[in-house]
């Protein structure tokens, strides 16, 4: 059996609510990385104040060249955990152990100075990573060309849109070559086209015997790509086993979840959100024939969504998109408010409310996750983006709403016209 490449043994991280870490330089995340072992703290009493584990009693070891998936809800410390292990932050009690040069792909865009041009941003982050001058040189074309933004390498950063910048940022990231890597959410990085990249990038990486740490909500990534899983709940792990076997019990705990959750939900204080924060969601309800907010919905029954906004800034014109998510991380339906209403000017101090109509949903039975956006249609950069909104329920049902689903395969099930020609 090969040597562990990373150990980690009753690992816990505790936060005070209300208070902020202190300010990590660069120097203090390089001296950190030189220790081979993570300092042991201890707990204490919080001094009184309120505090949340992030993390409590944390152990599982992975072995040189195993790549594992950490899977779970938003809260449950799959992104501390990796922070942890990167050497970003200090666990609160417990250690941890990471043997061989470690590769970061937590905060993508790390080292990215507008001013620069895509070119000189290429070095500079490359090297704040932990890549040699020679080794820029060496992948810089294959860098380039992975990105897909050859054509503006000498303009400056700040001229490219938000997409352009993650794509590069990914794609230096991704052509690091240490020997435990550790990956937080990056499929969600860019278009489709650009996910697909990033997924065989990915499955590359494992094949090259790398060690790899892998946090994704995509479930069908997850099984793609790792063998083994660990599910964190609330801090703790849940279960560890096969990829498979940890998929299976989260989606089955998500699924129980959304059919017993409400249709309502709260998103003033999310923190799993990105944007420049000048308009942002609220609430998000989903509401079926009853009238009423509800998670759980019958085959082609008829589906509203609410969105509601409230501006920060005047925004002279802003949109709203959503996509719904299959359990495995596909999209399926993916819809802005400009296809059928007028863009509107935001000005403080009130709330909007946007609704989006389904006459008919043709989705198969099944767990579905919600995502939304708001754009800034002058900048074209995100106001509010939220990966995950929340989970909802598709069942068979009575057929009281004029058709039932079948086996044929899919995830719709449209009702198109035929005719004989």
Partial sequence: MSAAAISVAGLGKRFRLGERERYVALRDVLARAAKAAFRRRSGGNGNGRAHIWALREVSFDVREGETIGIIGRNGAGKSTLLKILAGITLPTEGWAEVRGRVGSLLEVGTGFHPELTGRENIYF??????MKRREIDRKFDEIAAFSGVETFLDTPLKHYSSGMQLRLAFSVAAHLEPEVLLVDEVLAV????FQRKCLGKMEEVTRGG???LFVSHNMGAVRRICTRG???????????????????AYTASVEA???AGTGVFELTARSDRIGDGRVKMTQARMIGSSGAPQSSFEFCEPIRIEFDLEPWEYVRACFLGFTIVAADGTHLVSSSHTDSAEVLELTPGGRRTLVCQFDENTLKPGI???QAAVLDVATWEFSDWIHSIGQFAIETGSGRFGRQPDARPGYLQPLLHWHWD
């Fill in 125 to 130: 982050s490359g090297s704040i990573l932990g």
């Fill in 230 to 248: 660990v599910w964190l709940e609330s801090g703790a792990v849940r279960l560890a086993g096969s990829a498979g076997e940890c998929v299976d």
């Fill in 190 to 193: 860019g278009d489709l086209e």
């Fill in 368 to 370: 579905y996750s919600l």
């Fill in 210 to 212: 790398r060690t790899v």
């Fill in 257 to 259: 979840a959304a059919e």
